[in-house]
């Protein structure tokens, strides 16, 4: 059971670190009040497609690793608490 414990562990951190990298060097996709008044369309192609690009990618990615960020501190907890 120490074994399962270390490794949960090292995979957590991982896991941690790569979020983390991923969380900083994501663009800001927020264009906020400024397309509400200049009428800027999100009927396009670049929006139809958006989550074939290097920025959907790892938008996707990040979803997927905070998920298991989120099982894992969950799994990890109730392993602790044993």
Same mark, same amino acid.
């Given at each position: 059971?120490?074994?399962?414990?270390?490794?949960?562990?090292?995979?957590?951190?991982?896991?941690?670190?790569?979020?983390?990298?991923?969380?900083?060097?994501?663009?800001? *996709? *927020?264009?906020?009040?400024?397309?509400?008044?200049?009428?800027?369309?999100? *009927?396009?192609?670049?929006?139809?497609?958006?989550?074939?690009?290097?920025?959907?990618?790892?938008?996707?990615?990040?979803?997927?690793?905070?998920?298991?960020?989120?099982?894992?501190?969950?799994?990890?907890?109730?392993?602790?608490?044993?």
């Amino acid at each position: 059971m120490e074994i399962a414990k270390k490794i949960l562990v090292v995979v957590y951190f991982i896991v941690a670190v790569v979020v983390i990298i991923l969380a900083l060097i994501q663009t800001k *996709d *927020d264009e906020g009040l400024s397309s509400t008044i200049t009428g800027s369309s999100t *009927d396009n192609f670049y929006e139809k497609n958006k989550g074939k690009t290097k920025e959907g990618k790892q938008k996707r990615l990040l979803i997927i690793l905070s998920t298991i960020f989120i099982i894992l501190s969950i799994a990890l907890g109730i392993i602790y608490m044993a």
